[in-house]
């Protein structure tokens, strides 16, 4: 993925699977949803039964699962270990509703693509509130997976060279708690069952995997995020969203029952469904048209691979953050995508920069009308950052805890990774009285409102204090993060 000017003649070996799912995504976006109904996904690995007697599919699977009124198994093609007692929450549900877990060739494409049957009162509010309102004009086709979601970037085997105990340490954890490929197949085979489902409700709309699970800053406990795009542009969020977001989740919670478990709408400023896939056993947020999260994605993969230094860092920080409880938004601290915009802004505003800023550089990669079917395309075009700063990890997280325990000048200043450096506050109802402010690089919103406590503020600025202290004289990071457990979990 985001080829450059130095790799673009570089041969790849790619399985005969991955050849088959990058020539269709050569297509355009108008072919018909049928042709899309078995997309295969690769170096996936799911194990059934329980821990005492596992037995796992191999690294490729055939064909991913089919929700809904998805056709019955063939028994008589299925492996050994699918026999026998039925999991408990499937000992009462007709076989014309069960997930097919492999495709047997006996089944019928048009059984998979039959309308699932609704209530009456979906159809009608359906029609009556949603399907002329909500129409998307470009986006009548099926939504075929990204390339980038289902092959490792060639950039992956690039890795910094580590020095000295505390880089190498850095690395290690990096390389033990990164997000896998399978993790992300995982995601992404969900995300395309759930859109077809969808789309009996919604038909124009389209689903985006977004947030850490595709900006290259994902572990392996990643929760999945999900945006589900009815129309190309903003809706109230308040009205509009939470009624789109109560039909998914009556979807969810009636005809996906057998395998979406505790769906919930929680009524926020950016209104979510949370649910759990019980297959992946993967959690997922699901919000409706919060589209600035589909721009940000790609933004920050695009720095994730602009330089090797750039994700171990950021995957450190977030540990530590996480291990350290300042890493929860919904508690009054830092949000993940917070932390990110830190470790960024950072780099961008060294004496010899690691990073520049993308959006001066590119304008046009990531000019924020771009549409949104086009907005994946934006990493390939932007080449790696040669960065003059030879510094190593370890030197570049001690120098992260020290800019933002002694430099940064939390009262008077705004973080913009936007301009590549520290700007002075906008005198806005946004920012007045806030205590950090971290300016969101498309819709210039503040992405750190939720830390609006002085008590928790202070515990915020005392840990990157401590740790700094701590770091510069021990070079361990042992001393700041318990890596053993960490790494176990």
């Known amino acids: 993925m985001f080829p450059n000017s ?4 570089h041969t790849c070996l790619i399985s005969k699977c991955e050849q088959q799912v990058n020539f269709l995504n050569k297509f355009p976006l108008n072919i018909q949803p049928t042709f899309f109904s078995h997309p295969p996904i690769v170096a996936a690995q799911f194990s059934f039964q329980n821990a005492t007697n596992r037995a796992t599919v191999p690294a490729v699977i055939p064909w991913p699962r089919t929700y809904g009124n998805g056709c019955p198994l063939n028994k008589s093609h299925a492996p050994t270990f699918f026999r026998g007692r039925k999991r408990s929450f499937e000992r009462n549900v007709p076989d014309d509703i069960k997930r097919q877990r492999f495709h047997s060739h006996h089944s019928e494409t048009t059984v998979v693509n039959k309308d699932v049957p609704l209530p009456q009162e979906h159809r009608s509010s359906v029609k009556s509130r949603m399907l002329h309102a909500h129409y998307i004009p470009g986006l009548t086709g099926p939504v075929p997976p990204l390339r980038d979601t289902l092959f490792p970037d060639p950039r992956e085997t690039t890795i910094p060279v580590a020095k000295d105990k505390l880089s190498q340490q850095v690395l290690e954890l990096f390389q033990a708690c990164r997000q896998q490929t399978c993790d992300l197949n995982k995601k992404e085979l969900c995300r395309t069952e759930l859109q ?7 038909p ?8 850490s699970s595709l900006n290259g800053f994902g572990t392996r406990s990643s929760d999945g995020d999900l945006c589900l795009v009815v129309k190309e542009e903003a809706i109230n969020q308040k009205t509009e969203a939470r009624h789109i977001l109560g039909l998914v989740q009556k979807l969810f919670s009636t005809k996906l029952s057998s395998y979406i478990e505790q769906p919930q709408l929680i009524r926020a400023k950016v209104p979510i469904v949370k649910f759990r896939d019980k297959v992946s056993c993967v959690e997922f947020d699901l919000n409706a048209n919060n589209i600035v999260g589909i721009r940000n994605t790609f933004l920050l993969r695009t720095y994730a691979y602009n330089e090797n230094r750039v994700r171990p860092l950021v995957l450190v920080v977030k540990k530590w953050a996480s291990f350290h ?13 917070s932390l ?4 960024l802004h950072y780099l961008q505003t060294l004496p010899e920069p690691v990073l520049p800023s993308l959006q001066k550089t590119y304008p046009k990669s990531f000019d924020p009308d771009t549409q949104l079917h086009l907005v994946h395309q934006a990493p390939y075009t932007i080449p ?17 805890f020290k800019y933002y325990a002694t430099e940064f000048d939390w009262s008077t200043q705004m973080i913009s990774v936007r301009e ?16 950090i402010c971290i300016e969101e690089p498309f819709n210039g919103t503040n992405t750190a409102r939720a830390v609006h406590e002085k008590q928790k503020f202070t515990v915020i600025k005392g840990e990157f204090l401590k740790s700094w202290q701590i770091l510069q004289d021990e070079r361990d990071l042992n001393c700041i993060l318990p890596l053993r457990a960490i790494t176990q979990k």
Request: proline fraction near 4%; avoid cysteine; charge should be positive.
């Open 6 to 9: 130095s790799n673009l003649s």
């Open 196 to 202: 077809k489902e969808i789309k009996h409700i919604f």
């Open 204 to 211: 124009q709309s389209r689903l985006f995997l977004v947030g």
């Open 325 to 337: 409880d300042i890493n929860d938004a919904s508690r009054g601290t830092l949000s993940s995508y």
């Open 340 to 343: 990110v915009l830190m470790v």
């Open 384 to 400: 790696p950052y040669i960065s003059k700063n030879g510094s190593s990890l370890g030197d570049l997280l001690i120098g992260f």
């Open 420 to 435: 590549g450096k520290a700007v002075p506050r906008p005198d806005g109802i946004e920012w007045r009285d806030k205590f």
